[in-house]
């Protein structure tokens, strides 16, 4: 069973970039497709990235196309989202989460994948 752990989460200004990180372990994350959610208080868990199982396909929110990127190091077993030109709306506790379903297109329901991190905090300011 893989178990996800996410870090690179903290405080930055709006404009501002950071890189989240998702490291891997008992599992190899290109057996899995793996998703980035993200859920700010009082909302649900939403959507963000997502990268297939043979990395060749990613897809995104609306909301974060053009400014986040996810990508796959298989070598460190470790998937990213850079997310660049933040904004407060972009303010939530970031997840990663995993699933063996080769999906495609990508599944956006977070009750579609079976293994979570706990998530790490993203805080944008004004």
């Known amino acids: 069973q893989v178990r996800l752990v996410e870090s690179g989460g903290g405080l930055v200004q709006a404009g501002g970039s950071l890189r989240l990180s998702c490291a891997a372990s008992?599992?190899?994350?290109?057996?899995?497709?793996t998703a980035w959610f993200r859920q700010a208080p009082g909302k649900e868990r939403g959507f963000v990235a997502g990268?297939?199982?043979?990395?060749?396909?990613?897809d995104y929110a609306d909301s974060v196309k053009g400014r986040f990127t996810i990508s796959r190091d298989n070598a460190k077993n470790t998937v990213y989202l850079q997310m660049n030109s933040l904004k407060p709306e972009d303010t939530a506790v970031y997840y990663c989460?995993?699933?063996?379903?080769?999906?495609?297109?990508?599944?956006?329901?977070?009750?579609?994948?079976?293994?979570w991190g706990q998530g790490t905090q993203v805080t944008v300011s004004s």
């Open positions: 990268i297939t199982r043979s990395g060749f396909l990613q």
């Open positions: 989460a995993a699933d063996k379903s080769p999906f495609w297109p990508l599944q956006r329901r977070p009750d579609e994948y079976d293994y």
């Open positions: 008992g599992g190899t994350v290109n057996d899995y497709t």
